[in-house]
């Protein structure tokens, strides 16, 4: 695909009105009023998930973004209040910032995914607790193994977050994209760019971490569901609204990974009003 293909495309896509957009993307969107209800959405449907697989004697292994990160909180409140032990989930994390040597970052560094989500689950009362061997990112020592690991799982969902430039986990635009494996990437200019605004770094560039560990696509695509969270985040700075309609109805190509996401048999995107606005300028 040319990239003047691609940019009439988008073009045409910014033109639909947020009725339009839902209209044509029917039963694989939901909108939420804001962030606060949307994190609320994912963090108790991941609660019904563990709820009925534990009512059918079944384990929950799942893929998990630590972008977007508000549904988190929220998991572990309901988590905490309704006594949902976590004993038999497996919770595989998308991706890592490593350095140019391919080794994950510091689990002190201040951008570190494992830092923050570690953190997050002290929170979690000890008898709930998962074994943390179930709590996996990808990592130097692990990175060659994931693709079997994950191969062997009954994964039930692959929930997610999606990149200025359409990456899935850290799978940013590169020819056969959507046939890929765990494995270390490089960053692209525009993911080190708002990630950088977003991180409370000052948009520092040169510190900024030019590598990652990630799944690959293979391994997200694997799920039975995908359900893939799309929204600004960001107060004033509305960078997703052209991805999320890239998401819905891009042709699917390497350009853009997430317009791959309609070859999954069972997806869903979700978003908030915000995200779905047109945009101002077309």
């Known amino acids: 695909m040319t990239t003047v293909t691609r940019a009439k495309e988008i073009a045409l896509l910014n033109g639909l009105s947020e009725e339009e957009v839902i209209d044509r993307a029917g039963e694989h969107l939901i909108v ?24 059918a004697g079944r384990d929950t292994a799942w893929i998990l973004p630590f972008g977007p ?9 309901r988590v905490n209040r309704e006594r949902i032990p976590l004993g038999n989930v497996r919770f595989y994390f998308m991706d890592e910032y490593c350095d140019e040597n391919g080794r994950e ?12 989500l570690y953190a997050m689950f002290s929170r979690i009362d000890r008898a709930l607790l998962p ?6 990112f990808p990592d130097s020592g692990n990175i060659g193994e994931l693709k079997e690991r994950l191969a062997a799982e009954h994964l039930c969902v692959t929930y997610g977050g999606v990149g200025i430039h359409g990456h899935l986990a850290f799978n940013e635009p590169e020819p056969g994209v959507r046939n890929s494996n765990p ?29 990652a560990l990630t799944l690959g696509m293979n391994q997200l695509f694997a799920a039975e569901k995908m359900i893939i969270f799309c929204r600004n985040g960001v107060s004033s700075i509305d960078w997703a609204n052209t991805v999320l309609r890239l998401a819905l109805f891009g042709t699917p190509g390497d350009d853009y990974p997430v317009t791959y996401l309609k070859q999954h048999p069972d ?7 915000e995200t779905l606005k047109t945009p101002i300028l077309i």
């Open 32 to 55: 939420m009023n804001d962030l606060d209800e949307l994190h609320r959405f994912f963090a108790d449907g991941m609660c019904e998930q563990i709820l009925s697989n534990r009512a």
């Open 267 to 273: 997806w869903l995107v979700v978003t908030d009003r």
């Open 183 to 211: 494995r270390v990437v490089r960053l692209n200019d525009y993911t080190v760019t708002i990630n950088a605004i977003r991180e409370g770094i000052g948009g520092n560039l040169e510190n900024f971490p030019r590598k």
């Open 69 to 77: 990160v508000g549904q988190y909180p929220y998991f572990i409140e």
């Open 131 to 136: 074994d943390l061997s179930n709590v996996l």
């Open 105 to 116: 970052v510091p689990q002190d560094h201040p951008l570190s995914f494992r830092r923050k």
